[in-house]
């Protein structure tokens, strides 16, 4: 759909700086959520009628809606008409994904979670994507053409153009395919690639415990055990998109090989996998992370001890870490995060001891808000940025 029909732009003309102008506002609208006109205005450097003029075509167009806040017409919000288009969320992990359909307002409409057995394949997977999906818009009563843009996380290293460097290690069944082709192709769909620790720092920026904060560290404990970085308010991926892989950081040199090559990385301490074999010999081979939470909670002594030394080892880390980019937040996520204080207070001592003391004096070191749910609400977000339009 397009408001101007017809004969291509020419550049410089005043139809294409009107269509320029109509995408600022936008976008403005799309990064800020709801807005009056005059906040419009300021964040787009637009005159206040040029935006009032944009905003009744988009009105008109049926992109944007106005709303009463109850203070009048100056009150007014604008935002994104319900029905203007949708974004989908995917989230792989090792043994699960997560789909979730958003609006463009930033709105999480409707999910579900699937659990994957060990091994699973890229075909098997976006099938039940695809089918998933279906049923989710089902759910909330919007059809396929709707949909703009799907976001895709995983556990794996992702350069600079969206392409996963390698999913062999984490997600076996995913080595070796163009996740951005393959994936687009399967659904249909334009599909932005996006590293999970990335799309979970996004998450806790947009909804979680990162809201309004500029410089925040995700820290993701999972089997893979990865970071996402925002420094002055933006994603920081590095020179080729492996910024943050402090799964990699040395704790040990003389320790366990670690899947990287390296010995006694971090992830050979504290992943899901290490930590669960750590109580294989007295609580059995099949305990997962949510039965370890469980049974410390519930004042299993062997288990809050494991999370309680997973803690001060992922501290040393934090601590160099926070030494380098220095923070204001910390947030950990993955499934043994949901330890809380268990798990936050020895990280807390371990960065204070080994932090300089400027740099980690205010520093807040926080369990994720949205918990599990912050990688598929940042592939939510990288969706939402990436969809076109539809001017
Ligand atoms: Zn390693």
Redesign the pocket.
Known sequence: MSVFSGEPLKPGSQASLRNANQRRVLDTVRRHGRLTQAQISRRTALAPSTVSNIVHELIGAGLLVMESDHAGRRGQLISFNGSAGHVVGIDVGHRHVTVAVADLNQRILAQRRHDLPAGHRFPEDLALVDHALDGLLGQIGTARSGLLAAGLTLPAPVDLEGRVISASAILPGWGGIDVREEAGRRLELPVVVENDANAGALGELTWGAGRGVRNLAYIKVGHGVGSGLILNGALFRGATGSAGEI??STVDERGKL?????RG????FVSSGEVSRLLADTHGPDLTIPDLVDAAAAGDVGCARIIGDTGRTLGITVANLCNIINPELVVIGGEIARAGDLLLDPVREIVSRYGVRGSVRDLRIEAAQLGIQAHVAGAVIVALQHAELPV
């Open positions: 799964g990699h670690c899947r990287c090559g390296n990385c971090l992830e050979t």
